[in-house]
């Protein structure tokens, strides 16, 4: 096990220099990125399409060299190790097993193509397989043809497991499984994560898979980590806008609001200003954040939300009201199960809960904090 580390990382594709056709030209694929991933822990890396997260896996595998900046495993810079000698193991959603040799073998390749003994590769397959429990036992007989996706990637998570990886760098290991599968090989992945603990980097564009697999998790923009954190740290005190409408389902509602002396406003509507901003002696513009959970419903001071759908949950007890604000700013409100249908509701935000935001929303001007679940 080992801590990994990126110091000011920069990667830019040579194919990017150019100004495309459109005449957008692209920044680095990661900007100075500086990140740690302690022994032992799993972070899940997010972000949307082309934020650069597989490059930063290939980075820190040896398979893109950085053009400035350093990966340090521990204490050594890994600049001139070749990735072979790294002792990563890479998951990745094509599985990517030898499809002429049964699951045993596929374990069993790397030991060959190194020169160890039969001895050391049929002990070592035993140790990973006895871990991994009779159900894996089943599958080393058989070939990859006849495995479904999710036992493939059993397959291919053991192959590296046996050759003893001191980092584990996983890119959409099951983005190709129906749900269901998805589901059972999540939790096979996270109880072999755990039994096993490897550093690992765990790519994913689901935000629920990250949080499920991530001790932590890193949200990613053009090549920038925006924010590191636990998944209460970065709903409850996101670092900018950015973060806070990327982390949570449904999404945060962003109303345009504006201070002005002791009220803020919103549209037509006006309310006082609450005592937790009174104290920023803000002034202009803001953006106000609430979410789902912290509207209140139905209170005389409210603004009016026009109800566009109704979503029932009644394993939840509850129901989402999708609706817009005036100005058509979307809205999600969390509310009781036998809410009427109706075509208006009046929606006030919970003031403790909300986080504010500069109207550009790259910096927060105040969050609720993380609650205290032990208060
Ligand atoms: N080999 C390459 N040559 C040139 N540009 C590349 C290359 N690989 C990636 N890029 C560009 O680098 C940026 C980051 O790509 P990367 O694949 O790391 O993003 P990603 O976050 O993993 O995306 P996705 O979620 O779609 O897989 C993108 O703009 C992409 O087009």
């Known amino acids: 096990m080992v801590t990994v580390a990126l110091v000011d990382v920069v990667k830019q594709y040579d194919a990017m220099e150019e100004v495309t056709l459109i005449g957008y030209k692209h920044g680095p694929a990661l900007n100075h990125v500086t990140l740690e991933i302690a022994s032992g822990e799993t972070l899940s ?4 399409s082309g934020c650069g997260k597989s490059t930063l896996l290939k980075v820190v595998a040896g398979l893109e060299y950085a053009n400035a900046g350093h990966v340090y495993y521990d204490s050594y810079d890994m600049s001139e190790i070749k990735p072979q000698d790294r002792g990563v193991g890479m998951v990745f959603q094509d599985y990517a097993l030898y499809p002429t040799m049964k699951g045993k073998g596929n374990l069993a390749y790397y030991f060959e193509q190194h020169d160890r003994s039969e001895q050391d590769m049929e002990a070592r397959v035993q140790q990973v397989a006895d871990r991994l429990g009779v159900d894996f036992q089943l599958l080393l007989g058989r070939l990859p043809d006849t495995l479904s996706g999710g036992e493939k990637q059993r397959v291919a998570i053991a192959r590296c497991i046996v050759r003893d990886p001191v980092v584990f760098l996983m890119d959409e290991p099951i983005v190709n499984l129906d749900a269901k599968r998805r589901e059972k090989t999540r939790i096979e992945i996270k109880k072999l994560l755990r039994q096993f603990s490897i550093t690992t980097l765990y790519v994913t564009h689901d935000q629920q898979e990250a949080i499920f697999m991530g001790d932590r998790i890193a949200v990613m923009r053009s090549g920038h980590i925006e924010q590191v954190g636990t998944f209460d740290e970065l709903y409850y005190t996101p670092a900018n806008l950015f973060v806070a409408t990327f982390i949570g389902t449904p999404p945060i509602a962003i109303v345009p609001v504006n201070l002005a002396g002791m009220e803020i406003r919103s549209g037509e509507t006006t309310w006082p200003l609450p005592p937790i901003l009174a104290d920023y002696h803000l002034a202009g513009p803001a953006r106000l954040g609430v979410r789902p959970a912290d509207w209140i419903l139905g209170r005389e001071d409210g603004m009016e939300l026009e109800i566009r759908h109704i979503e029932r949950i009644p394993t939840e007890q509850a129901a989402f009201i999708h609706g817009m604000l005036p100005g058509d700013i979307p809205v999600t409100a969390l ?20 986080i504010l935001f500069e109207p550009e929303g790259e910096r927060v001007l105040h969050t609720p904090g993380v609650p205290d679940l032990f208060e």
């Open 45 to 48: 890396v997010v972000g949307p």
């Open 335 to 354: 509310a009781p199960l036998d809410i009427p249908d109706r075509p208006m509701v009046k929606v006030t935000p919970d003031w403790e809960r909300v």
